[in-house]
């Protein structure tokens, strides 16, 4: 009998889906000459249509996606759930959204301005997320893999999308070996652990899984090591601050966020849906992970003149202390992991998008020094990028420092619960470290704020579209930060939608995974 | 007319609190219409301030001094699934703290209506700003609260420090900022651990300090001295409270931010700083660490009473030798400050008591002190001592008000730094009594270096040649000098009406102590009397 498939459990990531499709041909309608809409277009014309369709596909998901919370439990497939749209998938898949949004709308007049401004962008940008939409409600290492794939490797192409730029170049090729690297680690731990449990299905493999058996463990510890490489948790950071000071502006700004929710999704699903049962031996290996990730993160993010590989050895320190929430795991550590994503999006991209709106005239100014005085120039982005920075840092008030604080609460709880000081040590030193990161982000803020304007920079004025991300990123940081239980009833009531609030979303997130885990 | 009163009867403490940041918000919202002079923002700031002083005293009024624990409470709940709600309150001692704040904002706003020049607009919008962090931090009951207003006043004096300060301002700022939130981040870690033993203690998670009966608060948890997670026991706990609030008051050898940041900053920044912010440290102590861990507090006392011995004896040694003013004043502060601690640590009413004066009349005195060297900044743009000398002939109003400053600062019977110094070292004698006589010390030093520095400045022949021409004070600068003239005399001549308001606060901080730590209270007695039964025999 042929299973009772239940298609529209997807159907969140459909609207994208479609739009992979639907843009190319869009594209060549408004490339022809004397085409149906008339008059040839320029470049920059073409990509504000493009760069709106694509934010129309991605809203209808991100509609679809919200309304899905009041739903009860969906799988794709019943008996065989490759597919789960559980809580977390659907909040992150909700995050992953909100950043390709906010991505695309910062991009067109920055493609401009490098003279990139080619329509393939969007459609990569969009069968990116769609792979990360799979990747964040992947039920089974198969569908692992291949979402795996399909996200990344449009942003392997992205990555190069300057083609003029060497740097660009480099940047793409760099992250194309070291992913498809990573992407091999991770299918031979896949293939290790179906020959030693017998299944691909995560839960599947939880009830079978041996701790003891070295052949479990090594699949286990390959699979980590890949999921390690795309969340770039060190020592497989290496790759991330030369793809992301290559790659175009809002591309780095992507890949530090959405291309790091999913991996993160994927990563809380395995460790604790699959791998619970091998939870003390991964423990200790993710505490050291979390440990050398954010003090390694933090100390070379100290040392750098470029603003892109700062925030690419920031976002390497966040990927540890977000590791922090999937050691503890269970409600409150997913919970955590879930509500620092979000966070951790709009301060992320609010920071590369005041970057790229430096960018003019094909050069981009991404150093340090070019941000100097930015205030007298332009106040508003100046005070966006203090914001992010005050955010990154976790200032109260912020964002960012609801997340730390959840993170770190989940901790010592966990440390109280079961009595374990090794927990509690990991906030202290992640405290500490918070510490060591103010140097870096302050100087950023100090550059802006103290110094004189340089006069070789002129930064552009920002567009309407630059403006929406500037704001809302500017809000989410804010809203986020004071109101973190009340912000999404504001913005939700404005659509008209059932009410959620982000705390106990992600929450409610976190049980639902709670109870998939045997 | 009716919201208004309902506002104050319901809401005092937060119209007090957000009152200036209200004001500037609408300013900046005008300013994104159409462009406001500068003289708008000046006497908007102004007249908010002033409106803010009178509420205080308000607050004052309705203060009720014979109730116990806090009063005016407010209560909205904030996170309230992590027991984080919005809780202001006062007691005398966060009272007299927020009179100072609100009584010095008026005061250095027109003390610097002149002396900022560039960027007017932002500097009062972070002025405004500090004060109601200041002002929410004393206010706030609720852990998550206080740690929000503690951490995000350090923005405001980041920027003050960094965009209006001297030459080396940015390294300035920078270490201000790091020292002081290195210190705080380690003390969330003790408050998040607090919240989760009272989950574990009462069954409910919650950041809340004073219990809200029936539920019970942060205070009513049982702290283990040993046994346990180190992580639980009070001396962990103690120490990390104990160095964010050392670092900020700040105590020897935290304290190398602070000459920096003084010298740096422009003067408002270092009258606020030195006037209210070091106080912050000082009420950290009263208000949490000596009464959650009061046996660890008594463990440790020896130690941070002699470190707080170290500060006044080597911050009152250094700032002898100091050629720029204003670091001669940062490090008198050094010394000031230690003071205070020790009086904290003699645990006894005097001491305490003392001790909470004693953190208005340094922040009247130093803080008038900075506006005075700002004064003088602005004519000669030196601070040098040696660029001085003769003043009193060409400057004889300026000369008479910086003497009396000095002499408050140096506690000159009938000022008010004698009524502080005499109640710290009357209680500091009765608990504490080697400790007592090597601050004693401090006193005669800080009247050597600073009558020393009068003379220096003001009496002598008159050298220099810029000197000569010299213009006393204006009519404005008369009236910001007569401002905390006015203080001072009263505190001093009449310190009852500043003492009574917060005895009870001081009583019911003692006991609590001694509920919570039955028997270190009693030791020192103890102690003394072991001590006389061994020499008798």
């Known amino acids: 009998m042929a299973p009772q498939l239940d298609v529209f459990a997807v159907a969140p990531m459909m609207p994208v889906a479609l739009g992979v499709l639907v843009l190319p041909m869009f594209e060549v309608l408004l490339m022809r000459r004397g085409s149906v809409l008339g008059q040839p277009m320029s470049a920059a014309r073409r990509g504000t249509y493009l760069a709106t369709l694509s934010v129309g596909f991605l809203l209808v998901s991100l509609l679809l996606t919200m309304n899905a919370f009041s739903q009860p439990l969906r799988t794709f497939n019943p008996e065989n759930p490759m597919v789960r749209m559980d809580g977390v998938a659907l909040f992150l898949c909700a995050t992953v959204l909100i950043g390709a949004v906010l991505t695309v709308l910062a991009s067109t007049k920055y493609l401009e301005h490098v003279h990139s401004n080619w329509g393939e962008f969007y459609t990569l940008v969009l069968s990116s997320v769609t792979g990360m939409m799979f990747l964040a409600s992947a039920a089974d290492l198969l569908m692992l893999f291949l979402s795996l794939e399909l996200m990344s490797i449009p942003v392997y192409a992205l990555a190069g999308f300057r083609r003029a730029s060497l740097r660009s170049n480099e940047s793409a090729v760099k992250y194309f070996l070291i992913g498809s ?126 603003t892109k590989r700062m925030l690419a050895y920031s976002s390497i320190a966040h990927a540890g202390y977000l590791l922090i929430g999937v050691l503890v795991g269970g409600e409150a550590g997913t919970g955590a992991v879930l509500f620092y994503l979000l966070s951790y999006t709009f301060m992320t991209i609010g920071a590369f998008t005041v970057v ?83 140097g870096y982000y302050l100087r950023v803020v100090a550059v802006m704020f103290f110094q004189p304007p340089r006069e070789d920079v002129q930064p552009s004025e920002p567009g309407s579209f630059e403006r929406i991300v500037l704001l809302a990123c500017f809000a989410g940081v804010l809203l986020l930060g004071i109101l973190p239980q009340d912000a999404l009833p504001w913005v939700v009531s404005l659509v008209n939608l059932p009410d959620v609030n982000v705390l106990q979303l992600a929450a409610d997130a976190a049980a639902s995974l709670a109870n998939a885990s045997p | 007319m009716d919201f208004v009163g309902w506002l104050l009867d319901n809401h005092l403490l937060s119209l007090i609190t957000f009152l200036p940041l209200a004001t500037v918000g609408v300013l900046a919202a005008a300013e994104g219409l159409a462009r406001l002079p500068e003289a708008v923002w000046k006497w908007g700031a102004l007249i908010a301030s002033l409106v803010g002083a009178a509420l205080t005293a308000l607050l004052w009024q309705r203060f009720d001094p014979a109730a116990s624990g806090q009063q005016m409470v407010e209560r909205v709940a904030w996170i309230p699934s992590y027991g984080i709600s919005y809780s202001m309150g006062t007691d005398g001692i966060a009272l007299l703290l927020a009179a100072l704040t609100s009584f ?198 020896p130690w941070i009473v002699g470190l707080a011995l170290i500060g006044i004896v080597y911050g009152a040694l250094v700032a002898w030798v100091q050629q720029d003013v204003k670091k001669l004043v940062a490090y008198s502060s050094v010394s000031h400050m230690g003071f205070i601690v020790l009086g904290l640590f003699a645990l006894n009413p005097q001491g305490v008591t003392g001790a909470v004066l004693q953190m208005v009349n340094h922040g009247v005195s130093t803080g008038a002190l900075f506006i005075l060297v700002g004064m003088i900044y602005e004519r000669r743009h030196v601070r040098d001592l040696d660029a001085f000398g003769g003043l009193a002939r060409v400057m004889p109003v300026f000369a008479a008000f910086f003497a009396i400053a000095t002499m408050s600062s140096i506690g000159l019977p009938g000022l008010n730094g004698f009524v502080g110094e005499f109640l710290i070292l009357l209680g500091a004698f009765s608990s504490l009594r080697w400790p007592a006589v090597i601050a004693t010390s401090g006193v005669i030093l800080s009247a050597v270096y600073m009558l020393w520095a009068v003379r220096r400045v003001f009496f002598g022949p008159l050298v220099h040649e810029a000197n000569k021409v010299l213009a006393d004070l204006s009519p404005r600068e008369r009236l910001v000098a007569v401002a905390l003239v006015v203080p001072m005399i009263w505190i001093g001549v009449h310190p009852a009406t500043f003492t009574n308001p917060m005895d009870r606060a001081v009583t019911e901080l003692l006991e609590t102590v001694n509920r919570r730590a039955p028997d270190t209270a009693a030791q020192p007695q103890r102690e003394a009397s072991a001590a006389l039964a061994v020499e008798a025999k």
């Open chain 1, 181 to 306: 690297f990573a992407s091999g680690l991770l299918l031979y731990g896949s293939a290790l652990l179906y020959g030693a449990t017998g299944s691909l299905e995560l839960t599947e493999i939880a009830t079978s899984f041996d701790p003891e058996s070295a052949l479990d463990l090594c699949g286990a510890g390959l699979l980590l090591v890949g999921l390690a490489f795309k969340i770039s948790s060190v020592p497989f950071h290496q790759w991330a601050p030369d793809a992301y000071e290559g790659a175009p502006t809002t591309v780095s700004g992507f890949m530090a966020t959405t291309v790091k929710v999913a991996a993160f999704g994927a990563l809380v699903r395995v460790v604790s849906v699959a791998l619970a049962p091998a939870a003390d031996a991964l423990g200790s290996v993710l505490w050291v992970l979390a440990v050398l990730t954010m003090t390694i993160g933090n100390v070379m993010a100290l040392i750098q003149r470029n």
């Open chain 1, 356 to 438: 790229s709106v430096l960018a003019r005239d094909g050069r981009e100014y991404d150093a340090i020094d070019d941000l100097s005085g930015l205030v007298q120039t332009k106040p508003f982005l100046a005070i966006v990028m203090s914001a992010c920075m005050f955010s990154l840092l976790g200032m109260p008030l912020t964002a960012g420092f609801v997340g730390k604080f959840l993170v770190f609460s989940s901790a010592v709880q966990q440390g109280l619960a079961n009595g374990s000081s090794s927990l509690v040590w990991l906030v202290v030193i992640a405290v500490l470290n918070s510490a060591l990161s103010l």
């Open chain 2, 104 to 301: 010095l904002l008026p005061v250095v706003l027109l003390a610097s209506w002149t002396d900022i020049h560039k960027r007017v607009r932002s500097y009062l919008f972070f002025m405004m700003a500090l004060q109601t962090g200041m002002l929410g931090a004393f206010f706030a009951l609720n852990l998550f609260l206080f740690y929000a207003f503690w951490e995000t006043m350090l923005i405001p004096m980041y920027f003050i420090i960094g965009i209006w300060g001297g030459p080396r301002r940015i390294y300035a700022t920078v270490k201000f900022f790091i020292y002081t939130m290195l210190g705080s981040l380690l003390m969330l870690v003790g408050i998040i651990a607090l919240a989760w033993m009272h989950q574990q203690q009462f069954g409910s998670l919650t950041f809340e300090y004073y219990g809200v009966p029936p539920a019970s608060g942060l205070l009513d948890l049982v702290i283990p001295t040993e046994g346990g997670a180190w992580w639980q026991q009070q001396s962990f706990l103690f120490g990390v409270f104990a160095l964010a609030f050392a670092i900020k008051v700040p105590m020897f050898p935290f304290h190398t931010w602070l000459p920096d940041a003084h010298v740096e900053a422009p003067t408002p920044g270092s009258a606020v700083l030195a006037g209210v912010l070091l106080k912050l440290g000082t009420f950290g102590f009263v208000r949490y660490a000596l009464p959650l861990f009061p046996q660890a507090a008594q463990e440790w006392a």
